[in-house]
């Protein structure tokens, strides 16, 4: 099928209309993009970490980040964390996530273990 095209006084195409898969061009692959950008390596005394609060169907996470760490330093300090807080966690992307309201030692532990806070 041919798009419709509505053509000048040159003889030169105004626009057509039409999908981009009538012509071969429209079936190429898009370059993979990396998902996660480049992510520079800071020592735990260069960081200004932030927490947060959250409540997911009613029960409170504690949040702290984000961490620039390698994933396997970041994984790492996650265990440990949960380890001496006696909570669950995940580590998600560049942050920690922890259950239950626990900021307060949280903030302790991660000092201890020489990073900074923010205010």
Do not use: Y
Not at 1 to 14: F, G, Q, S, T, V
Not at 51 to 70: A, H
Not at 85 to 104: A, D, I, T, V
Not at 106 to 112: A, D, H, I, R
């Amino acid at each position: 099928m041919k798009p419709l095209e509505r053509r000048m006084a040159d003889n030169k195409p105004l626009f057509s209309i039409g999908s981009a898969l009538d012509k071969e061009e429209g079936w190429r692959f898009e370059e993979e993009k990396s998902s996660s950008p480049s992510l520079e390596i800071k020592l735990p005394c260069k960081h200004f970490l932030v927490q947060k609060m959250e409540k997911r169907q009613g029960k409170p996470v504690s949040i702290v980040g984000p961490f620039f760490l390698e994933k396997e330093a970041l994984a790492k300090l996650c265990s440990l964390l949960k380890k001496k807080l006696g909570s669950g966690g995940r580590c998600k992307e560049e942050w920690l996530e922890f259950q239950g309201e626990c900021r307060e030692k949280l903030k302790t532990l991660l000092v201890s273990e020489g990073f900074r806070f923010k205010g």
